[in-house]
C-alpha cells in the first residue's frame, strides 16, 4: 500500500488541517520558516484551480526549504554566533586528570555530539511534536488508577487478580495489549462502517480493506496538539521538580546519616530484615502480598476513599501517629546505638634530611629538606639520581588533605633503629644514642662492604647481610643522614555548605 494512508494524530483531540499535504514534515532548524509559508497557505481560499495553485505553492516552497539548506541564511548564521557564544561561556567538558571522582557523562566517555544551540532548538522541536504519545499514554493511566472510568479499573483489577494467583499468565499481557490496542485499532481503521446514524451497524468483517492503514506522525509546528504537548513538558517538568524536592527533604536525610543515630539504626534494620528474607523468602505467600497491596493502593485511589484520607480529622490522627512511631524508633535508635564522637587521630611523619660533600668528611652537616620520605641509599628516587623534594622549613610543613594538627609540635622519633628495621634499610648506620641520626654509609671497595656483613646486625641464617649497622665510628659516612619526626593529627570535620 502506498504512503497515502491518513496520518493519524498523537491524541485523541483533533489537529488543525493543513493545507499542503505532499510536503515532508522532517524537522530543520528552518522548519519556521517554512511554517510561514505553510500559514500562508492554508488561508488560500478553495476554487476551481485549487490543485494547480497548490502544486505551484509546493514547488516555490520546495525551491524555499533548498535554497535555505543550501546556503547559509540570517537564522543560521545568528544560531552559529550564538552557538560560538556559549561554547566560550560554558566550562569545558574534559577531565581533570587530578580529580578523584569521575562523572560518567564526561565527554571521555560518551561519544556524543556537544552541546550546540542549534542542535539543541531543532531537538526540542522534532521532541516535542513525537512525545503527544507519550502524554496520552500517561492520561489514560491517570484516568484509570483515579477511578474516572470505574468500569475501566474494575477491568484492570480482575486481569491483575488473574495475574497474581497464576503469575504464568503474565506472559500473555504484552501480546494481548499488542492485539487489543494496536492491531484492532488498525485493522478497524481500514474496515470501517458504512456512513449511517444506526449505534448498532457493525464493522464490515469481509470483503477488501476500504481506506488506507493509520500513520502517525508529528505534529507540525504551531498547531494545537504542538502547543498541547508544550504544555504538558511544561507540567510534567515542574510534577518532576516537586518530586524530586520532595524526596530531597523528606526521604534523603534518614538515608544520608545526616542523623547519624537514626540512620545507623535503620540501616541495622535493613540488613537483618535482608538476612531474615534471605532464609524465609519461600515461606512468605508472594501472590496473596502482591494482590492485596495492588487492591489496597489502587482502592486508595477511589474519590470517595481519597477524600475520606486527605479530611482534615484524618490526616491529623495519621501525622500523630507518625510522629509517635517516629519517637518509639529514635528512643530505640538513642538507647541502643553509641556513636564515638571523637574524631579520628593517626600519626604522621616527617624525615629531617641533612648532607655534607662525601669528600669532606670533616665539613658540617647542613640542613637540607624536610621530606616524606627517608632517601635511603636504595630508594627508587636515590637510585634514579633524583634530588630529595621537600620543603626547607619545619614551618613549612602542611597536613594532609582532609586533616588538622592534634598537638602542638612535632616529636623527635628516639627509636631509630625499628623504623629502619620495619622498611629492611640497608647500609645505614643509626645512633643508639644522642641525636637519633641514621647515616649513609660510604663503602670504598668490595671487600669492606663484605666484611660489615659478619658485624652487629638483625637477620635470620648465618650468609644474610646485615640490615644496619650501630653507630660505632667505625665506618666512613657517606653525604646523607636522616632522623624522623612524628605528630598527630585528627580528622577536619566538615560542616554543611548553606
Same mark, same amino acid.
Given at each position: 500500500?502506498?504512503? $497515502?494512508?491518513?496520518?493519524?494524530?498523537?491524541?485523541?483531540?483533533?489537529?488543525?488541517?493543513?493545507?499542503?499535504?505532499?510536503?515532508?514534515?522532517?524537522?530543520?532548524?528552518?522548519?519556521?520558516?517554512?511554517?510561514?509559508?505553510? $500559514?500562508?497557505?492554508?488561508?488560500?481560499?478553495?476554487?476551481?484551480?485549487?490543485?494547480?495553485?497548490?502544486?505551484?505553492?509546493?514547488?516555490?516552497?520546495?525551491?524555499?526549504?533548498?535554497?535555505?539548506?543550501?546556503?547559509?541564511? /540570517?537564522?543560521?548564521?545568528?544560531?552559529?554566533?550564538?552557538?560560538?557564544?556559549?561554547?566560550?561561556?560554558?566550562?569545558?567538558?574534559?577531565?581533570?586528570?587530578?580529580?578523584?571522582?569521575?562523572?560518567?557523562?564526561? &565527554?571521555?566517555?560518551?561519544?556524543?555530539?556537544?552541546? /550546540?544551540?542549534?542542535?539543541?532548538?531543532?531537538?526540542?522541536?522534532?521532541?516535542?511534536?513525537?512525545?503527544?504519545?507519550?502524554?496520552?499514554?500517561?492520561?489514560?493511566?491517570?484516568?484509570?488508577?483515579?477511578?474516572?472510568?470505574?468500569?475501566?479499573?474494575?477491568? *484492570?483489577?480482575?486481569?491483575?487478580?488473574?495475574?497474581?494467583?497464576?503469575?504464568?499468565?503474565?506472559?500473555?499481557?504484552?501480546?494481548?495489549?499488542?492485539?487489543?490496542?494496536?492491531?484492532?485499532?488498525?485493522?478497524?481503521?481500514?474496515?470501517?462502517?458504512?456512513?449511517?446514524? /444506526?449505534?448498532?451497524?457493525?464493522?464490515?468483517?469481509?470483503?477488501?480493506?476500504?481506506?488506507?492503514?493509520?500513520?502517525?506522525?508529528?505534529?507540525?509546528?504551531?498547531?494545537?496538539?504542538?502547543?498541547?504537548?508544550?504544555?504538558?513538558?511544561?507540567?510534567?517538568?515542574?510534577?518532576?521538580?516537586?518530586?524530586?524536592?520532595?524526596?530531597?527533604?523528606?526521604?534523603?536525610?534518614?538515608?544520608?546519616?545526616?542523623?547519624?543515630?537514626?540512620?545507623?539504626?535503620?540501616?541495622?534494620?535493613?540488613?537483618?530484615? $535482608?538476612?531474615?528474607?534471605?532464609?524465609?523468602?519461600?515461606?512468605?505467600?508472594?501472590?496473596?502480598?502482591?494482590?492485596?497491596?495492588?487492591?489496597?493502593?489502587?482502592?486508595?485511589?477511589?474519590?470517595?476513599?481519597?477524600?475520606?484520607?486527605?479530611?482534615?480529622?484524618?490526616?491529623?490522627?495519621?501525622?500523630?501517629?507518625?510522629?509517635?512511631?517516629?519517637?518509639?524508633?529514635?528512643?530505640?535508635?538513642?538507647?541502643?546505638?553509641?556513636?564515638?564522637?571523637?574524631?579520628?587521630?593517626?600519626?604522621?611523619?616527617?624525615?629531617?634530611?641533612?648532607?655534607?660533600?662525601?669528600?669532606?668528611?670533616?665539613?658540617?652537616?647542613? /640542613?637540607?629538606?624536610?621530606?616524606?620520605?627517608?632517601?635511603?641509599?636504595?630508594?627508587?628516587?636515590?637510585?634514579?639520581?633524583?634530588?630529595?623534594?621537600?620543603?626547607?622549613?619545619?614551618?613549612?610543613?602542611?597536613?594532609?588533605?582532609?586533616?588538622?594538627?592534634?598537638?602542638?609540635?612535632?616529636?623527635?622519633?628516639?627509636?631509630?633503629?625499628?623504623?629502619?628495621?620495619?622498611?629492611?634499610?640497608?647500609?645505614?648506620?643509626?645512633?643508639?644514642?644522642?641525636?637519633?641520626?641514621?647515616?649513609?654509609?660510604?663503602?670504598?671497595?668490595?671487600?669492606?662492604?663484605?666484611?660489615?656483613?659478619?658485624?652487629?646486625?638483625?637477620?635470620?641464617?648465618?650468609?644474610?647481610?646485615?640490615?644496619?649497622?650501630?653507630?660505632?665510628?667505625?665506618?666512613?659516612?657517606?653525604?646523607?643522614?636522616? &632522623?624522623?619526626?612524628? &605528630? *598527630?593529627?585528627?580528622?577536619?570535620?566538615?560542616?554543611?555548605?548553606?
Amino acid at each position: 500500500m502506498a504512503d $497515502s494512508g491518513p496520518s493519524a494524530a498523537t491524541r485523541d483531540d483533533e489537529v488543525p488541517i493543513i493545507a499542503v499535504t505532499e510536503s515532508s514534515e522532517t524537522d530543520t532548524p528552518h522548519s519556521s520558516s517554512r511554517t510561514t509559508i505553510r $500559514s500562508k497557505m492554508g488561508k488560500l481560499k478553495p476554487s476551481n484551480a485549487a490543485t494547480k495553485i497548490r502544486e505551484k505553492l509546493s514547488a516555490k516552497l520546495e525551491k524555499k526549504e533548498e535554497k535555505l539548506d543550501g546556503s547559509g541564511s /540570517s537564522g543560521g548564521m545568528h544560531d552559529r554566533l550564538m552557538a560560538m557564544l556559549l561554547q566560550q561561556i560554558i566550562p569545558s567538558d574534559h577531565t581533570n586528570d587530578d580529580d578523584t571522582e569521575t562523572d560518567m557523562r564526561s &565527554r571521555a566517555y560518551i561519544n556524543r555530539p556537544a552541546f /550546540s544551540l542549534a542542535t539543541m532548538s531543532t531537538n526540542f522541536r522534532r521532541f516535542n511534536a513525537r512525545i503527544g504519545v507519550a502524554f496520552e499514554f500517561e492520561s489514560r493511566m491517570i484516568a484509570l488508577f483515579t477511578w474516572m472510568a470505574p468500569t475501566n479499573t474494575l477491568a *484492570f483489577l480482575a486481569i491483575y487478580t488473574f495475574i497474581c494467583l497464576d503469575p504464568k499468565l503474565l506472559a500473555v499481557v504484552p501480546l494481548a495489549l499488542c492485539c487489543n490496542f494496536v492491531m484492532v485499532p488498525a485493522f478497524l481503521a481500514r474496515h470501517p462502517p458504512p456512513p449511517s446514524t /444506526s449505534a448498532t451497524d457493525f464493522y464490515p468483517l469481509d470483503g477488501p480493506p476500504l481506506a488506507p492503514p493509520p500513520r502517525f506522525k508529528p505534529a507540525s509546528e504551531l498547531s494545537q496538539d504542538f502547543f498541547r504537548n508544550m504544555r504538558d513538558l511544561q507540567n510534567i517538568m515542574d510534577d518532576y521538580s516537586c518530586m524530586y524536592d520532595h524526596v530531597v527533604k523528606q526521604v534523603l536525610p534518614f538515608l544520608n546519616f545526616s542523623d547519624e543515630t537514626f540512620s545507623s539504626s535503620l540501616f541495622i534494620a535493613l540488613f537483618l530484615s $535482608s538476612l531474615v528474607l534471605f532464609v524465609a523468602a519461600q515461606l512468605i505467600p508472594w501472590r496473596f502480598a502482591f494482590l492485596i497491596v495492588g487492591w489496597v493502593a489502587i482502592g486508595a485511589g477511589h474519590p470517595k476513599v481519597r477524600d475520606y484520607l486527605t479530611a482534615p480529622e484524618n490526616r491529623a490522627m495519621m501525622e500523630s501517629q507518625e510522629k509517635e512511631a517516629e519517637s518509639i524508633f529514635n528512643a530505640f535508635s538513642d538507647a541502643d546505638i553509641i556513636l564515638n564522637p571523637a574524631p579520628e587521630i593517626r600519626e604522621v611523619e616527617i624525615f629531617e634530611l641533612q648532607h655534607r660533600p662525601s669528600h669532606s668528611p670533616n665539613a658540617e652537616w647542613e /640542613s637540607f629538606v624536610f621530606t616524606p620520605v627517608p632517601y635511603t641509599p636504595l630508594s627508587p628516587a636515590r637510585l634514579a639520581g633524583e634530588r630529595p623534594r621537600g620543603t626547607r622549613f619545619f614551618e613549612d610543613v602542611q597536613t594532609p588533605e582532609g586533616w588538622r594538627w592534634a598537638d602542638k609540635k612535632w616529636t623527635l622519633d628516639m627509636m631509630s633503629r625499628e623504623w629502619v628495621e620495619e622498611r629492611c634499610i640497608t647500609g645505614v648506620e643509626v645512633e643508639m644514642e644522642g641525636e637519633r641520626w641514621v647515616s649513609d654509609i660510604l663503602y670504598e671497595d668490595e671487600g669492606e662492604q663484605s666484611g660489615a656483613s659478619n658485624g652487629n646486625g638483625k637477620g635470620k641464617g648465618k650468609e644474610k647481610a646485615i640490615a644496619w649497622e650501630e653507630g660505632q665510628g667505625r665506618h666512613r659516612l657517606d653525604e646523607w643522614r636522616r &632522623r624522623r619526626w612524628t &605528630r *598527630f593529627v585528627e580528622r577536619v570535620v566538615v560542616t554543611e555548605e548553606k
